[in-house]
């Protein structure tokens, strides 16, 4: 029959399973009990059979190891927010954000992945910076990464905002992105059974009179794209007009800073973007 | 004078009122004569062969660029994805929206004239499938609906008020109906989904008056019974007939593909071929028996299934007349096989094919070593929604030629461990594994393929930015309608593939959850075409 997506799991059901949950008397419900997490009864899972569950259904987006890829390092979200309340991130989702409910997993499989990733985080101490943040913010500031990035509403809109980029990548990732830009470009997040397309792609488009624009994709369909220029500029083409259109894969409209920066510079920038948890508005 | 006043007067009446027209019956044989009443679209398919093909032709390849909305439906209900197929009976449009809501609607206008929605239990179980419905059928007086709680239920086509309803399976151990049914002369014909569950899927044939169960077909065999001795000893699960088939009435065959295996990743504990899943099976409709049947894809670990809707059709080979039928399948090969005997005739991949080298003489797939899922994932194309997956094909009779939606996509298949003990029912999703690891969207593509129906040789293609979840409709103005992921619903010479019209819906096919089939029709002389779109339903004519 069709194929499990899990990532599109029957709303329906979804809502009438929600209806049900709410309808329950609070005594009933563990969620509604005061002091929600110690007052619920310790949810035991199986790591073993969590292992197939998460790298069949969080991996994509969590990496292999938890340790985050387009989705955030989660090593650590069993010790820091509770079991239960992964549990039930897992089975419901984050509002507003890729992270879907996996509803269908039931409780005995968030449970388990939970115990997965409990045992993955003991076992894997999340990876550590050894920069310094304020030299780093220094040597951001100074080497023009503000021209294209925003954090806190302050800086250019080209790049992708950094406002909350720590909690997102961990340093490896994020040292490797300065290194090779436009290598292992983030995907964007639940799309269903499309294959997720890559963010931040570049495109060389050559129109019929011999206009050439490159650019960030940012939109596009089977008639149309719109390309973002190195200066923000947006370029909305329509593909019966154009006599080539060719992905850059590999190349970025930011430049690398391999040669540019120490290995010690490198590091205080890395430890100043993971120290970027959140937004100051 | 006066009787040609009277007449013409009486014609007038007919056309301009579509609600009284709607109380003429729909007798069998209008359904069997479809084709010479183009202004009606009286089943999932357009016809008994399947062709979602249309003779109207008021709209054509020159004056398709001034195509507009007509009107706009939107739904009255939030719910899953609409994957409906309207019906059209003289001016009374008949649309499912999700789960399981009936709604007519004036075709003209859009505006509802009733709308009936069943008591649904309050969690229904839909473990490896969408609480959608692809449309009803009508026979006589009635509308028919399968619902996604696995109700079959006759509704009075002029209220909307249930005339019968029967059970046909539990939808606690995850029977449920999405596809649309079939109505024959006398008879209501439909199969149920559940196959992710292990259930045991068969195909009910039912008194379209009184909803008296005539004949269940299972389309797996019990222990020791012919058939069982291909699942090498381990349990028999799946095979649900989900969607729907086609009929030939002068050899009285129905033709109806079965589902995928149980569990559909790990075949370890159901070595062998598995009959009849991933099958095409030939039935008597008056008794439920198999004639013959055809495996598409043995021992299936892609949960590919093999319910693709196939087309009727008669062509002469090496000078001799044929009836055949042709199935794009899920597993990403072209079918021909004579329809009476159910003969492989032909057979190529339609799309990028990586799991088998190609068919042999009897169209057995010649399988590729490390195709199979491995407890490492294994790159497969096409990914487990195939080739194409359950929206329908479109065939031109006049230019012979096959049009198929084709999804350019590979994924990663992986199996996991079996339980220990036997599987048992009800119990929630037995999969065996995964097959939804796709490549990158900009690793895939869809395509709109047009092929010489016989050899399945490709004509033209359209490329699309992503594989999409829309059937093809084929006119015999030489126009092919479709619609793209992103939103795009389009209009395509058939004779050449180019692109003649195109409107942005506003909605996202996939990103709305939509997978529409379009449809055209006519009412007081124009002609629409329909296709839904996010959470609308959208008819298109000329100013």
């Known amino acids: ?281 | 004078m006066k009787a040609a006043k009277f007449f013409l007067s009486l014609l007038l009446f007919c056309l301009c009122s579509p609600s009284k027209a709607s109380a003429q019956d729909v007798p069998y044989k209008r359904l069997l004569h479809s084709d010479t009443e183009p202004q009606n679209w009286f089943m999932y398919g357009g016809d008994y062969q399947s062709k979602r093909f249309s003779f109207l032709k008021q709209i054509t390849p020159q004056n398709v660029v001034n195509l507009r909305p007509a009107w706009i439906y939107q739904r009255s209900r939030p719910g899953e994805m609409i994957e409906d197929s309207p019906v059209v009976v003289d001016g009374i449009m008949y649309i499912v929206e999700p789960p399981s809501t009936v709604t007519a609607l004036d075709a003209r206008t859009g505006l509802a004239i009733w709308s009936w929605t069943p008591a649904l239990p309050r969690v229904v179980k839909v473990d490896g499938y969408h609480a959608t419905s692809r449309g009803v059928a009508v026979l006589d007086d009635m509308v028919y609906i399968g619902t996604i709680d696995c109700h079959l239920v006759a509704l009075d086509r002029k209220t909307g008020a249930v005339r019968w309803s029967v059970t046909l399976g539990d939808n606690k151990i995850n029977y449920g109906l999405t596809a649309a049914p079939m109505a024959i002369d006398g008879k209501i014909i439909i199969g149920p989904s559940g196959s992710e569950d292990g259930v045991r899927g068969f195909i009910d044939a039912y008194d379209a008056k009184t909803g008296k169960r005539l004949w269940r077909l299972y389309t797996v065999p019990d222990p020791g019974e012919p058939g069982s001795e291909t699942w090498g000893g381990g349990q028999i699960l799946g095979g649900a007939a989900w969607n729907k088939g086609s009929y030939d009435p002068e050899l009285n065959l129905i033709y109806w593909g079965t589902g995928n295996p149980a569990p559909d990743y790990n075949g370890d504990g159901r070595p062998g071929d598995d009959l009849y899943t991933c099958s095409l099976l030939a039935i008597n409709p008056d008794t439920g028996k198999v004639k013959w049947y055809f495996q598409y894809t043995p021992h299936d670990t892609h949960d590919w299934d093999g319910t693709q809707v196939p087309v009727l059709f008669n062509a002469s080979l090496d000078g001799k007349p044929r009836k055949l039928l042709s199935v794009a399948n899920r597993n990403g090969f072209y079918y021909v096989l004579d329809r009476v005997t159910g003969e492989f005739v032909a057979g190529v991949p339609f799309v990028k094919e990586t799991y088998a080298k190609g068919l042999d003489a009897k169209g057995r797939p010649i399988v590729l070593p490390n195709t199979d899922p491995g407890t490492e994932p294994v790159l497969v194309y096409p990914s487990n929604n195939g080739g194409v997956d359950w929206v329908s094909p479109a065939y031109n009779p006049l230019s012979k030629t096959f049009f198929v939606n084709a999804r350019e996509m590979g994924a990663y298949f992986a199996k996991s461990k079996l339980p220990d003990k036997p599987l048992v029912v009800g119990t929630g999703m037995v999969m065996g594994g995964r097959g939804n690891s796709y490549l990158s969207g900009d690793d895939s593509y869809g395509a709109i393929r047009a092929l010489d129906v016989t050899t399945g040789k490709r004509k033209w293609e359209f490329k699309m930015q992503a594989p999409s979840w829309v059937a093809p409709l084929a006119t015999a103005s030489n126009l092919l309608f479709s619609a793209d992921d992103e939103g795009d619903f389009f209009a395509l010479d058939s004779n050449t593939g180019k692109v003649l019209w195109h409107f942005r819906t506003g909605g996202s096919f996939i990103s709305s959850d939509t997978r529409s089939s379009p449809i055209t029709y006519e009412v007081n002389g124009k002609q629409y075409v329909e296709a839904a779109d996010g959470d609308t339903f959208i008819a298109f004519a000329l100013p």
């Open chain 1, 1 to 281: 029959m069709s194929a499990i997506r899990s990532c599109l799991i029957v709303a329906l059901v979804f809502a009438l399973g929600s209806l049900a949950r709410n309808t329950l008397p609070a005594s009933q419900d563990p969620q509604r009990r005061p002091g929600t997490q110690s007052a619920a009864p310790p949810i035991v899972g199986d790591p073993d059979k969590g292992r197939d569950l998460f790298q069949a259904n969080c991996s994509g987006c969590h990496g292999i190891d938890a340790g985050g890829g387009d989705g955030p390092d989660i090593q650590q979200a069993p010790a820091s927010l509770g079991d239960a309340t992964v549990a039930n991130i897992i089975r419901r989702g984050v509002p507003d954000t890729p992270m879907v409910g996996f509803f269908s997993i039931g409780d005995a499989g968030a449970a388990d992945i939970v115990a997965y990733i409990r045992k993955l985080g003991s076992t894997m101490s999340s990876e550590t910076t050894k920069g310094d943040p304020r030299k780093g913010e220094e040597i951001y500031n100074s080497s023009g990464c503000p021209a294209c990035h925003m954090i806190a509403g302050q800086g250019g809109e080209i790049g992708p905002e950094l406002t909350s980029i720590g909690a997102k990548r961990g340093p490896s990732n994020l040292h490797q992105r300065l290194i090779d830009p436009g290598v292992n470009l983030p995907k964007e997040g639940n799309v269903g059974d499309r294959g997720k397309w890559t963010l931040y792609l570049l495109y060389r488009a050559v129109t019929n009179d011999g206009h050439v624009t490159e650019g960030i994709r940012m939109g596009e369909d089977s008639f149309s794209i719109v390309l973002k220029d190195v200066n923000g500029n947006f370029h909305a083409l329509y593909k019966p007009n154009l006599r080539s259109l060719e992905k850059e894969p590999l190349k970025s409209l930011m430049p690398s800073f391999k040669d540019t920066l120490s290995s010690a510079e490198m590091d205080d920038l890395v430890a100043y973007l993971v120290s970027l948890k959140g937004a100051t508005p």
